[in-house]
């Protein structure tokens, strides 16, 4: 075990799975919504004769809202429960995604986009904030293996949905809505039974946290870089290695499984090894992963492999960072902690 973690007095004794199952379910679900939408916009937009720069300055506006999301909502919610808070995100989150599909208008688009990164920010943010304030340290690394291959698993099933539900007459973004309206009333349910409440945000904590933890602040900023570079460049490396388009398909289909089946597995380590040990052997594994793709002849049995080991290790940065902020903070500067993550991530990306 490792002997060195200490227990803040203000800890819970036990954990209130409860609350647990209230994040871990309406975050995985709202990542189908959300794994649909991302790649359904830019789709969409591509259709409607929008520029790469139009594309990409309309991602922009979603971080854009994502920032002001971290301004302006401890205002908002001074005096409303996490689980309200949340609830709020997703209905409003359901509501910008009917708006999608109820106009073509690009410049109403940007504004959408906007509201979207806002809503979706609170909605992490305080997410993470209460599942590890509800989480006693002794399970925290596998709290946050499930949660992370809960998110993971939603990001792989929502881009599925799409040539199901095609991309004409909004059908896709209206199912979207459904879902995630479905989603806000299941947890509203679920959260009654919740004992257990984080802090409120206060905005002054934030560089606060930075400055007390930069070490987890770096490992958010790799997380989010990896993500925006390396897993969207190693189809396009592999294609140019002389393999089909179906098999880079396929190539970042086992990376994804990586992803989903080793978080729990590694959430067992990170409650048994020093968590930040852990961390760094994630980014050295992801490293020479994804590094060693560059050497290995594209059409190798190795690439398998190294897909799968990279995709593990890469979202491994994320479950050992989130587990070491519930470990190292609790009250107000757990929830500043989960809003750094977010602006880092925005940032790496």
């Known amino acids: 075990m490792n002997s060195t973690r200490s227990v803040s007095p203000h800890r819970l004794p036990a954990t209130d799975w409860w609350s647990v199952a209230t994040v871990i379910i309406g975050i995985t679900v709202f990542a189908v919504a959300q794994g649909m939408t991302y790649p359904l916009i830019s789709l969409l937009l591509g259709q409607m004769g929008a520029s790469d720069t139009i594309v990409g300055l309309n991602a922009a506006a979603f971080m854009l809202g994502l920032g002001v999301s971290v301004i302006v909502v401890p205002a908002l919610t001074l005096n409303l429960k996490a689980g309200q808070v949340i609830v709020a995100g997703l ?3 359901a509501v910008i995604l009917a708006g999608f599909a ?40 596998r709290v946050s293996g499930v949660y992370g291959a809960g998110m993971s698993a939603g990001f792989v099933i929502g881009p599925l949905a799409i040539p199901v539900l095609g991309t004409d007459d909004g059908l896709a973004f209206a199912a979207c809505a459904v879902l995630v309206s479905l989603v806000a009333f299941g947890l509203a349910l679920l959260s009654r039974r919740a004992r257990i409440e984080p802090d409120k945000l206060v905005l002054a904590d934030l560089p606060r946290f930075v400055r007390a933890a930069p070490l987890l602040v770096f490992l958010i900023v790799i997380f989010g870089f990896v993500d925006a ?24 289909a086992v990376m994804h499984m990586g992803m989903i089946v080793a978080q729990p597995l590694l959430g067992v380590v990170l409650d048994k090894v020093d968590r930040r040990l852990v961390a760094a052997g994630c980014m050295a594994a992801t490293g020479l992963a994804f590094g060693l793709l560059v050497f290995v002849p594209a059409t190798g049995a190795l690439i398998w492999v190294l897909g799968a080991l990279g995709g593990a290790a890469f979202f491994g940065i994320y479950t050992s960072a989130l587990a070491i902020l519930g470990q190292e903070h609790s009250g107000a500067m757990l929830v500043a902690g989960a809003s750094a993550f977010s602006l880092a991530y925005a940032f790496g990306e």
């Open 91 to 93: 209905l409003g989150a």
């Open 102 to 141: 109820a106009t073509e208008d690009l410049r109403i688009w940007f504004i959408l986009r906007f509201a979207l990164g806002f809503c979706v920010n609170t909605i992490y943010v305080f997410g993470e904030a209460w599942l590890n304030a509800a989480t006693a340290d002794a399970v925290r690394g």
């Open 229 to 252: 570079t390396v897993l969207s460049l190693s189809p396009l490396h592999l294609t140019a290695g002389g393999v089909s388009a179906a098999t880079a398909a396929t190539f970042v």
